[in-house]
């Protein structure tokens, strides 16, 4: 690709050097009539430019550089110049010139009727979208049935009807792809590369029949369509991915048009932008982030979350529903939304992002091993100290940890009282605190006593330093570590 530099300057120097880096997998072709001293062929990074005589302004040159097939659109350089004039005086100018690097993408249209990908006659130009070394390509569909055999990558797809029969893999390597309307069958794998894109967008439902997805990148669901698949299909949004849910209708995660089996796994990010309601009909293995910041997601199917990646984050205002509950076997849970459906809890669980009000409208099981955690900043309940509240009952287990937080250490009383849960029987208690004692705070320091009542559970008597009892324990532990260290130390030798 040749693109060219522009370069200006109020009064004409002596020696003029122009320098530009270009983004890591480029390199140097050629360069222009013009310049003293040029790049090096296939020189990559941080490109020089030399006038020996510099030219009257303003002046353009050219050179030419290879680039990666993935790339697309325009490609910001960064570029310096620097003049010497008569005196000797240098004079630097950084940023330098603006170069751009607009990279096309040469888009081949389908002619609406049945054949392969690989058939040129069937493409408008007569010529096989498929990336290359110095060409990209974007496709255009809206009408037909392409069956592609191969595997092929181009920069974009513009789906807007018909029929891509994929039996290969297809990826999209570039940030325009949009999917309008069409149906995608076949048994192979559409890929968006991590930094690509594609938009599900308009009404229109959108199927992928035995397709697997996998979004490496980004992957933004617009409109009131839904997402249809079946008989093997799946989608797999992989770690480091993002998949917006940004839709506007209420709109499904569904199989119920073409049967069979189809499973949704989020291992990178699903984010919940739009306001209404999304459910999820299919089983939905979550690895990785559920950010819900408006609207419902409900989950009528299976939902499982084993592995320690897994987080779900309410928004206020944000509702996430479980048909079938939510047993959380690894991860956690925080926000301060509200979760419809019987939680069991073997993880963490934690109400606000940092603090909130978390509400569960079922029952709440706490395991063995799980961890319910309160954060306290200040004195008013679900808004500077957490809140979970529980509308069935509450079955309690597990280690209960209270984080202090915004120095409220030092701003509450020993008056103050604490209201951390309510729900409508409370049974149990945690392992590490009975009825009546006293929990330390994270710091190690503060503590408050642990009141558990029919139905809530209550912390008062704040204790900013421990007592003095306490005290004298902690100075008798530090004491004996103090001898055991002297004790090491005469019976260590060092090598010379």
Known sequence: MVFNASVSYSTPPSVLAFSATIPSGWSHVSTGTGPSVVPAAGATGTLDWIYV???????????????????????????????????????????????????PSNTAVWDGTTGNWTD????????????????????????????????????????????????????????????????FTGVGQLVINSNAFLTAATANNHDFAQTAITNQGQFIWNGSGSLRSGNGGSFLNASGATFTDATSGAVQITNSTIGGNFTFTNAGTYLKTGSTQTTVSVPFVNQGSIIANAGTLQFANTFTQSQSTGNILLAPGATARFDQGLNLAAGNL?????????????????????????????????AAGSVLQFDIGGTTQ?????????????????????????????????????TLLNASSITGSFSNVTNGARIFATNGVSSFVVSYTPTSLVLSSFNPIPEPSTWALLATGLAAVAVSIRHRRRGTCSKR
């Open 53 to 103: 005589s510099a030219p009257p302004s303003p002046f353009t040159f050219n050179f030419t550089v290879q680039y990666p097939a993935n790339v697309s659109g325009a490609q910001p350089l960064t570029s310096t110049t620097i003049t010497r004039d008569a005196t000797g005086s240098p004079s630097v100018s950084n940023p330098g010139p603006g170069v751009t690097l607009t990279v």
């Open 120 to 183: 040129a006659a069937r493409w408008s130009g007569s010529t096989v979208p498929a990336n290359g070394a110095a060409t990209t390509y974007a496709a255009r569909v809206t009408a037909g049935t392409v069956t592609s055999n191969a595997p092929v990558t181009v920069n974009d797809l513009q789906f807007i009807g018909g029929t891509i029969n994929n039996l290969s893999t297809l990826t999209l390597a570039g940030s325009g792809s949009i999917w309008e309307a069409g149906i």
């Open 334 to 366: 925080t926000g301060s939304g509200t979760v419809v459906g019987n939680v069991t809890n073997a993880a963490f669980i934690s109400p606000g992002s940092i603090l909130g009000q978390l509400t569960i409208q079922g029952n709440l099981s706490l």
């Open 382 to 418: 679900g808004t500077t100290y957490d809140f979970l509240n529980v509308t069935g009952t509450a079955q309690l287990a597990g280690t209960l940890t209270i984080n202090l937080v915004n120095g409220a250490q030092s701003t509450i009383l020993p008056t103050n009282s604490f």
